[in-house]
């Protein structure tokens, strides 16, 4: 069974501040994807940013970068130039290949953005 | 594309009885998603549907809990006897199964259901 798990329960930050935040996952499989999800409150999940195991170049969405440790099995996100909409719960999630898809989330992490 | 619609939003319901929450996918994806979350906490998965055939079920959806999607396009979610730990959020999301497993899954806004 797979288990991801994120350390940091709230995280803050300053506007126009890096912030980054943290995960790790467990799994035996050779082929999965990672992926960030920004949850802000009382809206819907959105997709944030996706990682394929198999690629060893990190993802990049404009604002938006990850550091994919597949050895350390940890994948962290980092977010650039915060913006006030950015304040929401970040989950990690992982899906592998016997999983048709079925994602597995980490315990979230809150993060505030201040003026 | 109108995204992952689900009905009702909001439901209170007294111990005991029945509820259903409806979940209409975005109209090309095969794939149909429920997973629970509570406050606070990550989604839970619950089962999974490809088409019409529901491929898996947690062990978290005990007996009470039924899932339905007929024809393969809206699903319906059915808790019986609704007891007091059900309550939380139940999201609906879907993909879609052509090229991989590592496709976008799309989530709804959810379904809050409070058990009195």
């Known amino acids: 069974a797979q288990t991801v798990t994120q350390s940091q329960p709230e995280m803050s930050v300053q506007e126009a501040e890096t912030v980054t935040l943290s995960c790790t996952y467990d799994t035996s499989e050779n082929n999965y994807y990672l992926f960030w999800y920004k949850q802000p409150p009382s809206r819907q999940m959105i997709l944030v940013i996706r990682?394929?195991?198999?690629?060893?170049q990190n993802a990049t969405e404009n604002r938006f970068s990850v550091n994919f440790q597949k050895a350390a099995k940890s994948f962290s996100l980092k977010i650039s130039d915060s913006q006030l909409g950015d304040t929401a719960m970040y989950f990690c999630?992982?899906?592998?290949?016997?999983?048709?898809?079925?994602?597995?989330f980490g315990q979230g992490t809150i993060l505030t953005v201040h003026p | 594309d109108t995204g992952v619609s689900q009905d009702p939003r909001h439901k209170i319901t007294k111990r005991g009885q029945n509820v259903t929450f409806r979940c209409d996918p975005i109209?090309?994806?095969?794939?149909l998603y429920w997973y629970r979350q509570t406050l606070g906490q990550g989604p839970e998965f619950l089962t999974y549907?490809?088409?019409?055939?529901?491929?898996?079920k947690s062990r978290l959806l005990s007996d009470r809990f039924s899932a339905e999607r007929p024809k393969g396009s809206f699903s319906t979610l059915e808790i019986q006897r609704t007891e007091q730990g059900d309550s939380a959020m139940y999201l609906c999301?879907?993909?879609?199964?052509?090229?991989?497993?590592?496709?976008?899954?799309?989530f709804g806004e959810g379904s809050w259901l409070t058990v009195v």
């Open positions: 999301a879907s993909s879609s199964s052509s090229g991989g497993f590592g496709n976008t899954i799309y």
């Open positions: 109209s090309e994806h095969n794939r």
């Open positions: 990682q394929e195991a198999y690629k060893q």
């Open positions: 999630a992982f899906t592998g290949g016997t999983s048709y898809g079925k994602l597995t």
């Open positions: 549907f490809q088409n019409e055939a529901q491929l898996e």
